[in-house]
């Protein structure tokens, strides 16, 4: 009972202990002829991705070292894709990074092409490239890109108004939508054959001739092509400007003389 | 300010007279051609090279389009709501406090749209890895914002036509509107022309050769040509609208077939499973120029239809057509009569495999027999439903004039 109270004792009174379980990434020393290669790879969390490569060479001494990822067996491993150059440490000459983009899950291995003062070599490490995990969006870049998508939807929203409201008007004529609205309850034949958009135009312009002339008890008796080749007829002779209601009038995209396609 | 508050001056002013077409719709088609190029010459980069990064040149040619862009929809934003301009002013709209003719609003939000995907598809790359597919959320965002971009500099040629086209009583028309009309008419169709390209792009993964004899390639293609083909058409009331947009499309992806092969390039991602030694392009165009010529001759002789009983013909006409002629094309160039620099079948991916029906030069999974009539009766419902859509719109877009 005193031992198992000891036993129970000591583990208690160890301190928490720290352990590297489930690395991906691979630590392997390369004899390639005269060089020594230290190779660490560190394979991307998630696929594809890129993968970093450090080197520290020993032995012979290395010139330049190139590296390229493809896969350990099938048709795929004889064709190399070019060769990425490492770069070496300006600290340390005998120390190189570099990259190698790593497509798809499974066997790969990592090609080294190593040049130097004893020749050329050619050296290869195997690596596991699986996905281990999905990240999850930060708060911040969450954040902004709801800040963004909200100014898309509310912007689109502005220009489908912007769209209805006054794309379709003459240049300067102001839109009256409420007036056009309210007249255009009061025809609705003529709304329903012209459309809305069309209709809400034509009695903006309808209520602006008759404020000029002072009279409008005819308008609403005749039809609606008829009535605007009437208002453009006798209000240009009576304005300041007299080309300028008649551009209102005119039907926009109708005719045009210029060509006939 | 109400209307009726306003001095007639400013309520109605007399319509502009055209002077040339603006610095600003040049810019804006150039703006929008480095977008397709660009887009284009990326796909051929992914296909051969595979690795990119940020500054290679496709990228620059998309970025292009963006800065382009942004400098047109700033200048006439500020210009329009800060300036003195009285015939900015009377040519705008206004969006959320501030004015400027419609297309530039769409086109500065596909601007915000191209810019809202570039963290977005970074976020991506880190949490599922790089592109190995053309439609990613982040990709899609960035293809609508550089397809915003085109249909407002498109907005902003066509309300520049139609104020010239719809001209005002006691105008008359001169040599200058007429040559600027023609111009900008030219402009219209060149855009779409180009809306044909962006939309055969987006469904690029199902109108491969490979995918052709697939009811579902069909159905694809009815839903997002008849709309399109119908706005060109109704936009620009040119009789051969849907032909010169279709046969720009056409020139253009052969015109791709011809070049890029003459670039030298060779893969950087790994698994090789194809050499590849220049750029590698894009596949045969769909014959869409037939069902197109088609539609011309078709929406000519029916002008006086409703849109709705002309869609319910077009949407039948063109699946029919285009089926007619594209199903035994397809057949071809799986032969090996199609393997030359022409029709260039010849050309794969650098990760083609050898036992995929690419290389194999076999359809996938080919419909047939119930399911492929089926299939077709469906396409040309869908090419129905687009058709009266791109009528409706086109019919709409005919009277923009901001």
């Given amino acids: 009972m005193k031992r198992l109270w000891l036993l129970l004792t000591l583990l208690l009174g160890v301190p928490a202990a720290h352990a590297h379980l489930g690395s991906k990434d691979v630590f392997q020393t390369i004899h390639a002829g005269p060089y020594t290669l230290y190779v660490t790879v560190r394979p991307p969390n998630v696929i594809p991705g890129v993968a970093t490569v450090e080197v520290r060479s020993s032995g012979a001494s290395v010139t330049a070292l190139s590296v390229t990822p493809l896969p350990v067996t099938g048709e795929a491993s004889k064709h190399p894709p070019a060769a990425d150059?490492?770069?070496?440490?300006?600290?340390?000459?005998?120390?190189?990074?570099?990259?190698?983009?790593?497509?798809?899950?499974?066997?790969?291995?990592?090609?080294?092409?190593?040049?130097?003062?004893?020749?050329?070599?050619?050296?290869?490490?195997?690596?596991?490239?699986?996905?281990?995990?999905?990240?999850?969006?930060?708060?911040?870049?969450?954040?902004?890109?709801?800040?963004?998508?909200?100014?898309?939807?509310?912007?689109?929203?502005?220009?489908?108004?912007?769209?209805?409201?006054?794309?379709?008007?003459?240049?300067?004529?102001?839109?009256?939508?409420?007036?056009?609205?309210?007249?255009?309850?009061?025809?609705?034949?003529?709304?329903?054959?012209?459309?809305?958009?069309?209709?809400?135009?034509?009695?903006?312009?309808?209520?602006?001739?008759?404020?000029?002339?002072?009279?409008?008890?005819?308008?609403?008796?005749?039809?609606?092509?008829?009535?605007?080749?009437?208002?453009?007829?006798?209000?240009?002779?009576?304005?300041?400007?007299?080309?300028?209601?008649?551009?209102?009038?005119?039907?926009?995209?109708?005719?045009?003389?210029?060509?006939a396609t | 300010?109400?209307?009726?508050?306003?001095?007639?001056?400013?309520?109605?002013?007399?319509?502009?007279?055209?002077?040339?077409?603006?610095?600003?719709?040049?810019?804006?088609?150039?703006?929008?051609?480095?977008?397709?190029?660009?887009?284009?010459?990326?796909?051929?980069?992914?296909?051969?090279?595979?690795?990119?990064?940020?500054?290679?040149?496709?990228?620059?040619?998309?970025?292009?389009?963006?800065?382009?862009?942004?400098?047109?929809?700033?200048?006439?934003?500020?210009?329009?709501?800060?300036?003195?301009?009285?015939?900015?002013?009377?040519?705008?709209?206004?969006?959320?406090?501030?004015?400027?003719?419609?297309?530039?609003?769409?086109?500065?939000?596909?601007?915000?749209?191209?810019?809202?995907?570039?963290?977005?598809?970074?976020?991506w790359h880190n949490a599922y890895g790089l592109d190995v597919k053309v439609i990613s959320p982040p990709h899609?965002?960035?293809?609508?914002?550089?397809?915003?971009?085109?249909?407002?500099?498109?907005?902003?040629?066509?309300?520049?036509?139609?104020?010239?086209?719809?001209?005002?009583?006691?105008?008359?028309?001169?040599?200058?509107?007429?040559?600027?009309?023609?111009?900008?008419?030219?402009?219209?169709?060149?855009?779409?022309?180009?809306?044909?390209?962006?939309?055969?792009?987006?469904?690029?993964?199902n109108t491969w050769d490979v995918a052709l004899h697939q009811a579902l390639a069909y159905k694809v293609m009815a839903i997002a040509l008849p709309v399109a083909f119908a706005v060109i058409s109704r936009a620009s009331g040119y009789r051969w609208a849907c032909t010169t947009a279709a046969a720009i499309y056409t020139v253009y992806t052969i015109a791709e077939i011809l070049i890029f092969p003459l670039v030298p390039a060779s893969p950087k991602l790994g698994p090789v499973f194809f050499p590849v030694t220049h750029l590698v392009p894009g596949k045969f165009p769909v014959l869409i120029l037939i069902p197109a010529i088609a539609l011309d001759l078709l929406w000519n002789r029916l002008r006086t239809w409703k849109p709705w009983q002309i869609a319910a013909v077009t949407g039948v006409v063109f699946v029919a057509i285009l089926f007619a002629v594209e199903w035994p094309f397809a057949s071809f160039l799986m032969s090996k009569a199609s393997q030359n620099r022409f029709f260039g079948t010849i050309y794969f991916d650098y990760n083609s495999r050898p036992d995929r029906v690419d290389r194999m030069r076999v359809f996938l999974d080919p419909t047939s027999g119930p399911r492929l009539y089926l299939g077709l009766l469906i396409a040309s419902i869908y090419g129905s439903i687009s058709a009266w859509f791109g009528l409706r719109f086109g019919d709409w877009m005919r009277g923009v004039q901001r």
């Fill in chain 1, 85 to 259: 150059i490492m770069q070496p440490s300006s600290a340390d000459a005998a120390f190189y990074t570099g990259a190698v983009w790593i497509m798809g899950s499974g066997t790969w291995q990592v090609r080294f092409d190593i040049n130097g003062a004893a020749g050329h070599q050619v050296a290869s490490v195997p690596v596991v490239a699986v996905p281990v995990s999905t990240l999850k969006m930060q708060k911040g870049m969450g954040a902004i890109l709801a800040v963004l998508g909200l100014f898309l939807i509310v912007s689109m929203a502005g220009i489908v108004a912007a769209s209805f409201s006054e794309s379709r008007l003459r240049p300067g004529v102001a839109p009256n939508r409420l007036a056009a609205a309210q007249r255009c309850r009061r025809h609705g034949d003529q709304r329903r054959r012209h459309g809305r958009s069309r209709c809400a135009r034509r009695l903006v312009v309808e209520r602006r001739s008759r404020q000029l002339r002072g009279e409008h008890h005819e308008l609403c008796a005749r039809s609606h092509h008829r009535h605007a080749l009437l208002a453009m007829s006798s209000i240009s002779t009576s304005i300041e400007s007299p080309e300028t209601i008649p551009a209102a009038l005119a039907p926009t995209a109708t005719t045009f003389p210029i060509t």
């Fill in chain 2, 140 to 205: 899609t965002i960035l293809i609508l914002g550089v397809r915003a971009v085109s249909v407002g500099i498109l907005f902003l040629t066509l309300a520049a036509m139609n104020r010239i086209g719809a001209p005002a009583a006691g105008q008359t028309q001169t040599s200058e509107d007429a040559r600027t009309y023609r111009t900008l008419k030219a402009l219209v169709l060149y855009m779409g022309g180009i809306m044909i390209v962006g939309q055969m792009f987006f469904i690029m993964e």
């Fill in chain 2, 1 to 123: 300010m109400s209307a009726s508050a306003m001095p007639l001056s400013h309520v109605l002013p007399r319509a502009p007279r055209a002077a040339g077409v603006p610095w600003t719709i040049w810019a804006g088609v150039v703006a929008v051609t480095s977008s397709m190029i660009g887009g284009t010459w990326d796909v051929a980069w992914h296909r051969s090279i595979g690795r990119d990064s940020f500054l290679t040149p496709a990228h620059i040619a998309i970025y292009a389009c963006g800065v382009i862009a942004a400098v047109v929809c700033g200048y006439l934003i500020l210009a329009t709501t800060f300036g003195k301009s009285q015939q900015l002013k009377a040519e705008s709209v206004q969006v959320l406090g501030f004015r400027a003719p419609l297309g530039v609003f769409i086109s500065a939000w596909g601007g915000i749209a191209m810019l809202t995907s570039a963290p977005f598809d970074n976020w």
